[in-house]
Every structure is written in C-alpha cells, then in structure tokens.
Antibody, heavy 120, light 109 residues
Framework: QVQLRESGPGLVKPSETLSLTCTVS????????WTWLRQPPGERLEWIGY???????IYNPSLKSRVTVSLDTSKNQFSLSLTSVTAADTAVYYC??????????????WGQGILVTVSS | SYVLTQPPSVSVAPGKTARITCGGN??????VHWYQQKPGQAPVVVIC???DRPSGIPERFSGSNSGNTATLTISRVEAGDEADYYC????????????FGGGTKLTVV
C-alpha cells in the first residue's frame, strides 16, 4: 500500500522559507513523478510543481521564481522549498503521486496534508 | 492557461441522482479526472480519464465528457457522498499543465 506523509513546520514567518518533506512508503520514488499541491482555506486546489528523478522538474509559472521541488532517492523522500513567503502562502500543503493512466495524468495517492500558516 | 468552470454548489435528496458539471472550451478533447474531498481530508480520485472508476470506488459514480461539458454523475446518492468535488485536466504542451476546477459542494438534503 502506497502511503505519503508530509512533515515540516506549521508556522513560518513572512519573508522566510517554507520547507516541507514528503516521506513515501510502499513504492520507490525512482521512476515516478511526485508533486506538491496546496489549498488555501476555502479555496480551490493549486498545483505547485512536480519532479522525477531522471526527467525535467516542472513548476507552476506563478510560483516558479520561488519554488524548488527535489527528490532524495536514498531516503525515499521528496521536498518542497518556497522562498519569500507571505500570508497568501497560508494553505494546506499536499504531496501526491502523479501518474499517467494511458490517456492522461492525474494524482492517485495523496498525503493527509499539512497546514502551514505564514504569520509573524 | 486553460480554465475549468464548476457550479459552486449542488443539492440532492438521498436516493436521487446528482450531476456535477465541469465546463471548459472543447473539454471533450481532454481527459477529465474527478476528485472527492471530504472536510479535513485529502482528495480522492473517483473518476479518471472521463469515465474510468478506480478500484474501490462504488459503481454509483460515473463520468462522461463531450463538447464543452464534462459531467460527474452520482446515482442513489447517500449522506456519505456529501463533499467537495473537483474536476482536473492535463493541458499537454502548456507551461501550466495541471488545471483544477473551482470545486462543487455537494449537499445531501
């Protein structure tokens, strides 16, 4: 059974860097796409970026200048770094796997989500 | 980037059929995925690629897609189906390939 779990601080100060880790169990992260998404309170889901160990990493253009998604295959983890955060970055952050089902890409396994609040 | 439009809310009585729409320009040329999100929980995919039902999803959930509208249909609605539902497409070739609709709150009244 594939499981994902987000970890990291729940409170980040404005202008600082938000750093989260997703620990994956049940499957090797090698050879698969892994992604971060977020959902501000009461708003829609927003895709942040996805990464693969041997292919390009792709980011949401609106966040590209501040985001890094990286994989650590030795720990079977992947991470999110978001710099220069503001209150607008307050959201529940999800990690998820991104798969191609033969027709299109969608997200099949998700972490439970972690609320990150940006506040001084 | 591509835009998906969903009604903010849909209400349905228990045992009836709920239809949640997702509108987009020529959405019929895309594969549409549907997620169910209950309060405080992560989304769960209930329909992928227009009409495929993942393992464990009840047969009451079905999907269709044509023209400018994709539809998630939930038959014999139960109280446990009350949730937010999001549609999603993959816009291949775009610099913003992942597109979500705004979500629809399904209320079972």
């Amino acid at each position: 059974q594939v499981q994902l779990r987000e970890s990291g601080p729940g409170l980040v100060k404005p202008s600082e860097t938000l750093s989260l880790t997703c620990t994956v169990s049940g499957v090797s992260i090698s050879g698969h796409y892994w992604t971060w998404l977020r959902q501000p309170p009461g708003e829609r889901l927003e895709w942040i970026g996805y990464a693969h160990d041997t292919r390009d990493t792709i980011y949401n253009p609106s966040l590209k200048s501040r985001v890094t998604v990286s994989l650590d295959t030795s720990k079977n983890q992947f991470s999110l770094s978001l710099t220069s955060v503001t209150a607008a970055d307050t959201a529940v952050y999800y990690c998820a796997s991104l798969i191609f089902d033969g027709k299109s890409h969608h997200f099949d396994f998700w972490g439970q989500g972690i609320l990150v609040t940006v506040s001084s | 980037s591509y835009v998906l439009t969903q009604p903010p809310s849909v209400s349905v009585a228990p045992g009836k059929t709920a239809r949640i729409t997702c509108g987009g320009n020529k959405i019929g040329s895309y594969s549409v995925h549907w997620y169910q999100q209950k309060p405080g929980q992560a989304p769960v995919v209930v329909i992928c690629s227009d009409s495929d039902r993942p393992s464990g999803i009840p047969e009451r959930f079905s999907g269709s897609n044509s023209g400018n509208t994709a539809t998630l249909t939930i038959s014999r609605v139960e109280a446990g189906d009350e949730a937010d539902y999001y549609c999603q497409v993959w816009d291949r070739g775009s610099d913003h390939p992942v597109v979500f609709g705004g979500g629809t709150k399904l209320t079972v009244v």
